[in-house]
């Protein structure tokens, strides 16, 4: 295993804990949004969120095409931190 897949593979984690997070608050499960995403994929059971980052990860990318990183929208002047997002509602994109 590669340095660089095990920080992908650690990452993708925090990242799908905060997906997990996120659709939890906004009652994304009374939506049926986990049923509903994985009906895309023509797949019954699982988690959609970590269905999609693999079918990110092993899909090749149409060019051109970018990859945000987590730590560059960070950076960014427009970003809410998480702390400040628990309480969003569905659709909510700013306090």
Not at 25 to 54: C, P, W, Y
Not at 65 to 76: F, V
Not at 79 to 90: G, I, T
Request: aromatic share 8%.
């Amino acid at each position: 295993m590669s340095p660089n897949g095990a920080t992908s593979r650690l990452s993708a984690g925090l990242c799908l804990s905060q997906i997990h997070a996120s659709a939890l608050r906004i009652g994304r499960s009374e939506l049926g949004g986990n049923q509903t995403e994985l009906a895309k994929f023509g797949v019954a059971e699982g988690d959609s969120a970590a269905l999609k980052h693999a079918y990110w990860d092993a899909h090749n990318k149409r060019v051109p095409y970018l990859e945000l990183k987590y730590q560059w929208l960070r950076a960014h002047p427009m970003f809410v931190p998480v702390e400040r997002r628990r309480q969003f509602a569905p659709l909510q994109t700013q306090p």
